[in-house]
């Protein structure tokens, strides 16, 4: 699996454990859900700000972000 998909897949998998929707991130990063979809689909990357943002919303490392252990 290449680094894109497995970082949309970690994501995912945080942001249901945090029962939130696509449509709440999205909203909070001021973007649209499709263009939030991209990333849990490994479509788009994540900038700098969003890995942080998106890390302490979720409560999850970066490391557990990329899959690192």
């Not at 859900?33 to 979720?58: A, F, H, M, V």
Request: overall charge positive.
């Amino acid at each position: 699996m290449d680094i894109a998909k497995r970082v949309g897949e970690n994501l995912k998998q945080a942001r249901r454990a945090k029962g939130l929707s696509q449509t709440q991130l999205a909203a909070e990063l001021g973007k649209y859900q499709p263009d939030y979809s991209n990333y849990e689909r490994g479509k788009t990357q994540l900038d700098y700000e969003k890995i942080e943002y998106l890390c302490k919303r979720l409560d999850i490392t970066p490391n557990d972000l990329f899959g690192i252990d």
